[in-house]
């Protein structure tokens, strides 16, 4: 057997193990009883002791070494060099430190939840510092060696975006950031403003449109399911990849484009070519490209006009009357720039703002500049002077989102960076598919879909994050082509 083939044996034993460690992870956030938190705190910690051994295994270097020396496919290739790179950083971090992290991380998702529930930043803040100052020490220690990224904050992004940095992600938001608040000042402040939603969305009705949805966006129910949780999200990858919505009576959008979103996540998992199965490339290569996928469905496809147009008969047949007129009306609804504290209910216009106040603050946090004490104070006040309205109470504002009391420091600016690819995929895809609106109009979101599932999904991880985005469009990526769309459509719906 060669090295190559030993390397790949063990690989695929430990991709299966880390299925598994993900399953214990859904089932925490979704059905686990509220008093099994402590325990699960154990598993998880154990599930990762057995984990960190295998991704450091001292054969793992032996074998990558030789199979360097090999010759191998392209898939091989591939596959050799997302081993090599996680093996490399793996190895910088104490067995001790990653048993710690998904230990203090497990807790504090469920004291996040509590605290969130009775508006306690208080009793959260311990825990925020205790799983900060973990990831500090692991930034610290991936930062190290001559393929360290020179800084903690830096060497974090790496398990989300590989290549970014900072610097680069900053340089790109900072070109948008005029741009948006330009535009979005203009749709302040027009005259014209789309009608409200109104009508009776009960919880059970939602759930069961999410699944129209689901399947009109070619989620595959015998591949996964849906459940609710307090944060939507998607686990899983391969044959099975899971998602989670969430209802809330008076504002079916939330459910509606929180499942889309989901399924987007959820499709390009289950997508990748079947010759990938548990291996390093058959999952998602980065959270900006998955992020470009949910954001796609959600967005460009999901809140078009043409696909409005079916939708608005299908939410009168499920819900009765809703308070809009016309399948035109519908689509200024479900694209209305509404006041709002919350990240996951944004609108297109006002998303990316919400995701640059965190990577500015995160980048604060990590660094030691912002203490955690000081952080409902400094978001407050950034809150106030991007979106002019003052935050109340902590669940509108440092304690909205679940991802740092996991510790997902260096994810958040993947969300405005795969909102960006989004934009890019769109244009090549509108380029290639003319007739897209025609389909759309029916319900079929087949052919936009079949072309994401033919020019990316099905690589998985094959190319590095902006390669794989650029095979796929045929060009470089860049902010202009979503800030294009933006302005094209905003300016539409409020006559600007």
Known sequence: ???????????????????????????????????????????????????????????????????????????????????????LRNTKIPADLAESLARETSLGQGIWAEARSREDFAGFAPTLEKVIQLRREEGEAMAQGEDGMGNAYDALVQDYETGATAESLGAMFDAMRPRLVALLDKVKGSSHQP???????????????????????????????????????????????????????????????????????ACYELGIDDQHLL????????????????RIYENQIGR????TSWMYGAVRDMFGDIGVDNADEFYGTVNRVNDGYIRTEADELQYNLHVLLRFDLEQ????????????????????????GFAVTKPSQGCMQDVHWSVGLFGYFPTYSLGTVYSGNLNKAMRADLPDLDASLEKGDTSPATGWLRENLHQYGGLRDPRETITHACGFEPSEAPLMDYLEGKFSEIYKL
């Open 195 to 265: 009608k409200k939603l109104n009508g009776t969305f009960t919880s059970d009705d939602q759930m069961k449109f999410a699944h129209v949805l689901a399947e009109r966006f070619g989620y595959d129910f015998n591949h996964g399911r849906i459940d609710k949780a307090v944060h939507p999200f998607s686990l899983g990858s391969g044959q099975e990849a899971r998602i989670t919505t969430r209802t809330v009576e008076n504002d079916p959008f939330n459910c509606f484009y929180s499942t889309i979103h989901e399924v987007g996540h």
């Open 364 to 387: 604060k946090l990590i660094s030691g500049e912002l203490a955690v004490a000081d952080l409902p104070d400094a978001w407050n006040e950034r809150f106030e002077a991007d979106f």
């Open 1 to 87: 057997m060669s090295s190559f083939s030993e390397l790949m044996a063990f690989q695929r034993r430990t991709e299966a193990l880390n299925q598994t460690s993900q399953r214990l992870a859904w089932d925490q956030e979704t059905v686990m009883p509220r008093g099994a938190t402590a325990q699960r705190a154990e598993e998880m910690e154990a599930m990762e002791a057995v984990l960190h051994a295998r991704r450091t295994d001292p054969r793992m270097g032996e074998w990558i070494e030789k199979a360097s020396l090999e010759n191998l496919t392209e898939v091989e290739a591939a596959n050799l060099r997302l081993i090599k790179r996680h093996y």
């Open 279 to 294: 291996t390093p490339l058959g999952r998602g290569i980065s959270m900006g490209v998955h992020e470009s996928q949910s």
């Open 304 to 307: 078009s006009r043409a696909f």
